[in-house]
Structure formats: C-alpha cells, structure tokens
C-alpha cells in the first residue's frame, strides 16, 4: 500500500514541525501518522542538502545531550 504525498500546506506544516526544537517525531505521528524514518526521508527530499544535514546534526546533537528529544 502507497501513501499519497501530502498536499503542500501539510507538507509545509511537517517541515515546521520537524525543524522545530520543540516538537518530537511522536508529536508528528501523533498529528500526520509519519514515524521518524518517514520524517526524515521527506525532510531529505524537500530540503537542500546542506540544511538537511544541518539539521540531521542538530537532533543528533540534542538527542545526545538530552534524554528525550525529538
């Protein structure tokens, strides 16, 4: 089973949500149904690369210095 794209205000709105520091993936599941994975892929996708990898290393970063974190 596909999944269709979400259309691009949704898309925009997980883009928002994803590049904030204070929502987590599971506030994301919560709301849209897409898990970490699917997050990022998207991220990946809708992104420059450069900000992609700015932000990949802003949540490593954070997810190791704090407990619960994205």
Same mark, same amino acid.
């Given at each position: +089973?596909t999944l269709? @794209? @979400? =259309?691009?205000?949704?898309? #925009?709105?997980?883009i928002? +949500? !994803? %590049?904030s =520091?204070?929502?987590s993936? =599971? +506030?994301? $599941?919560? /709301?849209h149904g897409l898990g970490? =994975? /699917?997050v *990022? #892929? %998207?991220?990946?996708?809708? %992104?420059? @690369?450069? #900000?992609? $990898? !700015?932000w $990949? *290393?802003?949540?490593?970063?954070f997810?190791?210095?704090?407990?619960?974190?994205k």
């Amino acid at each position: +089973m596909t999944l269709k @794209p @979400p =259309d691009a205000a949704v898309l #925009s709105e997980i883009i928002e +949500m !994803a %590049l904030s =520091d204070h929502i987590s993936f =599971d +506030m994301i $599941r919560a /709301q849209h149904g897409l898990g970490p =994975d /699917q997050v *990022k #892929s %998207l991220m990946r996708a809708n %992104l420059k @690369p450069g #900000s992609y $990898r !700015a932000w $990949r *290393k802003r949540v490593r970063t954070f997810g190791d210095r704090r407990e619960v974190y994205k």
